[in-house]
């Protein structure tokens, strides 16, 4: 009869604790893991809140995977002006940006610029690019909730390349570990966060079809919403070339 307790007691022990302890950096693999597209075109309209006016922008969005986990994007904007932003993605430095201004003059974006805002709109240049999983530091903090999904909280802070954020607070959905809320930190303080809204499955692939990035203060935010999108279709390397702003 004792024995038939202990050993009662060791199982109600071991139930009541998580089969697998997920770490930060696991999560994060999953996530990285989840199905994504070699090539992506997509139609978008940018809806900038500001002081209770609502400016509208729309644009043309081209990304590509290369090899070394390298991506390239050029955005093209087709309203109001005509903007194009080209940017290569790097490991473990620095990505290159280019900006073709409405003018037809193309100004390279330097590090220092990266926590600016492009196009007058709450994304940054430093936004506007893919996050790859080496650059960061990972530790999981807790259980949240975000976007009404139960969520791995995971602190993130960068180790390579400029870094315009002191830190990241991201919220993976449990049952699948996709990021559908980042919290941003500049010196140590909440300064804005994004969420992911209208997820669907297109060809296998999770996509949000609007992403809205938030002042902590909310008192302005930025839309995208995808009208149209594309994956796998076949894109030419010099679409991304820099002659390609001209």
């Known amino acids: ?24 950096r696991e999560v994060m693999e999953k996530n990285d893991a989840l199905p994504e597209s070699k090539t992506a075109v997509s139609s978008v309209l940018m809806l900038i809140h500001k002081g209770g006016r609502v400016m509208e922008k729309e644009f043309e ?51 220092s610029d990266k926590g600016k805002p492009f196009v007058n709109s ?8 893919s996050r790859n999983i080496d650059d960061y530091t990972y530790r999981l903090l807790d259980d949240g909730e975000a976007a009404g999904s139960d969520c791995y909280r995971v602190e993130a802070i960068r180790q390579n390349g400029t870094k315009v954020y002191s830190k990241l607070i991201l919220y993976a959905r449990k049952s ?8 941003f930190y500049r010196k140590g303080k909440f300064h804005k966060y994004l969420e992911n809204h209208s997820i669907k499955t297109v060809k296998n692939i999770l996509t949000p079809f609007s992403t809205i990035m938030t002042l902590a203060n909310e008192k302005g935010k930025t839309e995208l ?5 594309d994956y796998n279709r076949n894109l030419r390397n010099s679409t991304f070339n820099k002659e390609a702003l001209r």
């Not at 024995?3 to 022990?13: E, H, Y």
């Not at 699948?176 to 919290?183: A, K, T």
């Not at 919403?225 to 999108?229: G, S």
């Open 225 to 229: 919403r995808i009208e149209k999108l």
């Open 176 to 183: 699948d570990c996709f990021i559908v809320r980042i919290d």
């Open 1 to 24: 009869m004792k024995t038939r307790f202990f050993l009662t007691i060791l199982l109600v022990f071991f139930l009541a604790q998580p089969l697998f302890a997920l770490t930060g």
């Open 61 to 111: 969005s081209r990304t590509k995977k290369f090899k070394d986990d390298e991506d390239k994007m050029l955005i093209s904007f087709t309203k109001p002006t005509k903007i194009k932003l080209l940017t290569h993605t790097h490991r473990g430095k620095d990505d290159d940006q280019w900006l073709r201004l409405s003018s037809g003059k193309i100004k390279r974006i330097a590090a």
């Open 122 to 129: 709450h994304f940054y240049y430093d936004d506007i690019s």
